[in-house]
């Protein structure tokens, strides 16, 4: 009974990352930071789509979520990752808009990569963060709300307070920047992770 309780008290505490999926979601975007989250104990990692039924990725991976939007209480949110995907590029997903800003403006961490950094711009959520995306040219046309071109840096993935923003040809510094902002891991461990995953490097 006593270890019972302990788990229990334990699971409570956990923080929860919750990924947002969707038809044609890109689905290496997010390949190399999930499977670290989901074995670590320090956080809950929660799949969620608009209705909660199968989604299809762009590489053809059928996936049941967690949950659906619907039953997604934001106080429960504590870290959110958008994966890209060319429904972005169509505005769509714009039902997860009053989620998104209800995190962006308690302070929540958001973590958007490739088509769904486009999404936060077009919320304004980069006007006033250093941020990237896949260039420049593309995020003002897609976004034609976007105005924070004097933020945007052309690196691979970029950390600016409480947001992650990534390129689509950087999955592997997107999950590092995850990890950061995280604390999943320590400093060295993360450079361990990182050179070993893009460099085939090992070092004890």
Not at 9 to 15: A, L, Q
Not at 20 to 46: A, C, Q
Not at 134 to 140: E, H, P, S, V
């Amino acid at each position: 009974m006593k270890s019972s309780a302990n788990n229990e008290t334990f699971s409570k505490v956990k923080k929860e990352i919750y990924v947002f999926l969707f038809d044609g979601y890109s689905d290496w975007e997010i390949s190399f930071l999930t499977p670290e989250i989901n074995r670590s104990e320090k956080f809950g990692l929660v799949y969620f789509s608009k209705n909660g039924n199968v989604i299809t990725s762009m590489g053809g991976l059928q996936v049941k979520p967690t949950t659906s939007l619907n039953n997604i209480k934001a106080e429960e949110v504590d870290f959110l990752i958008l994966p890209g995907g060319t429904t972005w590029d169509k505005g769509e997903n714009k039902e997860i808009e009053h989620l998104t800003l209800e995190l962006f403006e308690t302070g929540k961490s958001i973590a958007a990569i490739c088509a769904a950094t486009s999404f936060l711009g077009q919320l304004g959520i980069l006007n006033n963060l250093k941020h990237t995306s896949n260039d420049l040219g593309y995020l003002k046309a897609i976004a034609t709300n976007y105005c924070g071109d004097q933020n945007y840096l052309n690196s691979l993935a970029v950390t600016d307070k409480n947001i992650i923003t990534a390129k689509g040809i950087a999955p592997i510094e997107f999950a590092r920047e995850v990890f950061r902002k995280t604390e999943l891991k320590s400093d060295d461990e993360i450079e361990k992770w990182f050179q070993l995953f893009k460099n085939g490097i090992w070092s004890e």
